[in-house]
T-cell receptor
């Protein structure tokens, strides 16, 4: 069965420190991978996505993610965190098993807190 | 140029009441999705529309849940005889085309609380 695991429920970092949020997936075909961010009272905003090609993808707000097929991982990184990055982050997987449309499977999310 | 909008933003219902949640997708978007997000969880797929056709309702938790998109734009998610376990945020998303790599744009959600 398809699934997404985000092992860290909460992460706290200091402003200016680097960040890595982990995501592991299980998918029976080539996955399409996504990272979304959700701020309180806001909808989900797409940070970046991976479909094929270069395994290191760049997104908005200075985020990047690396697809590692051998590890079934798609970890999100940022070299220097800003206080405004405090939010909940969701990894999601979709693809050809979705029936031709993009039915996404989400992880449980990682809540990021940023200390000044 | 507005994004996806949802109404109401908050809904409190007594157990057993019927509720209707509305989604206005981005104009011209073919695909429309409903997701349910329980507290502390990621969104879970409920149903999918391609224009007015409901092509996938595999995620609807029971026959108390019903969704429609009669003219291929606005969609309504209806929950009959609400139960406490229905309390969640209901998210609507739309995308321009059908292809699996198209970005989904999410609305702010409707937070439903069933007392």
């Amino acid at each position: 069965a398809q699934s997404v695991t985000q092992p860290d429920i909460h992460i706290t970092v200091s402003e200016g420190a680097s960040l890595e949020l982990r995501c592991n997936y299980s998918y029976g075909a080539t996955p399409y991978l996504f990272w979304y961010v959700q701020s309180p009272g806001q909808g989900l905003q797409l940070l970046l996505k991976y479909f094929s090609g270069d395994t290191l993808v760049q997104g908005i707000k200075g985020f990047e993610a690396e697809f590692k097929r051998s590890q079934s991982s798609f970890n999100l990184r940022k070299p220097s965190v800003h206080w405004s990055d405090a939010a909940e982050y969701f990894c999601a997987v979709g693809g050809l098993l979705s029936g031709g449309y993009n039915k996404l499977i989400f992880g449980a999310g990682t809540r990021l807190a940023v200390h000044p | 140029g507005a994004g996806v909008s949802q109404s109401p933003r908050y809904k409190v219902a007594k157990r057993g009441q019927d509720v209707a949640l509305r989604c206005d997708p981005i104009s011209g978007h073919v695909s429309l999705f409903w997701y349910q997000q329980a507290l502390g969880q990621g969104p879970e797929f409920l149903t999918y529309f391609q224009n007015e056709a409901q092509l996938d309702k595999s995620g609807l938790p029971s026959d108390r849940f019903f969704a429609e998109r009669p003219e291929g734009s606005v969609s309504t998610l209806k929950i009959q005889r609400t139960q406490q376990e229905d309390s969640a945020v209901y998210l609507c998303a739309s995308s321009l085309e059908v292809r699996t790599y198209n970005e989904q744009f999410f609305g702010p959600g409707t937070r439903l609380t069933v007392l």
